[in-house]
């Protein structure tokens, strides 16, 4: 028997403000749902369909068709590394210039084959190691989150300040992700044969 609240370690802001972590109140449903919810988005990183290897989100991960290294926020850099995937297409964010994407597979460049969002590579073996590039943007937006006005700081997607500041658990203080070189470690990754229908 499992008892779920005794493993929920940590907890998730399910009512917090937009540059803080504390609320007033605290609920413990985000502990089981939003697990469950990072689980799906880790799942769709890579998937499957007709074929087609996709790479939807620039983030690690292990499957059994390719690896993704990505290099995300700090250089607009994804390494694939082919396993089993003869077709892979690899979404592109919207807040890059579509102009200054590079694609290399095994070190050579490759034309770009655009399907929407996606770049198309085909004719890939086990072994074979795609590098997409391109610039990082940072900008500027005023946001309204619970009729509050913050100011983000952004780079690519990646919010890595809030004005004004939080004040008892503060959100969003992320100054290294501003570094252009992205900082490498080894590690070892599991890659599941299973997929678990919640």
């Avoid at 590394?81 to 892979?88: L, Q, S, T």
Wanted: proline content about 5%.
């Amino acid at each position: 028997e499992t008892d779920a609240v005794e493993r929920a370690v940590g907890s998730w802001a399910g009512w917090a403000k937009g540059n803080d972590g504390v609320h007033e109140a605290l609920m413990q449903c985000c502990a089981g749902n939003a697990g469950r919810s990072m689980y799906y988005v880790w799942d769709s990183i890579v998937t499957k369909d007709s074929g087609d290897v996709r790479v939807n989100l620039h983030l690690n991960r292990a499957s059994r068709w390719l690896d993704v290294d990505s290099y995300l926020p700090y250089e607009g850099k994804v390494v694939l590394k082919i396993k089993d995937a003869p077709r892979v297409a690899v979404r592109i964010p919207r807040w890059t210039d579509a102009s200054q994407v590079s694609c290399q597979v095994n070190g050579k460049d490759l034309p770009l084959d655009w399907d929407g969002s996606y770049i198309q590579i085909k004719g890939l073996k086990s072994g074979d190691q795609i590098t997409i590039q391109f610039p990082m943007r940072e900008n500027t937006v005023i946001q309204r989150i619970s009729d509050v006005p913050y100011k983000l700081k952004l780079k690519g997607n990646t919010v890595v300040d809030i004005e004004p500041k939080g004040k008892i658990y503060p959100l969003y203080q992320r100054d290294h992700y501003l570094k252009d070189k992205a900082p490498m470690k080894k590690v070892s990754r599991f890659v599941s044969t299973d997929t678990i229908q919640w």
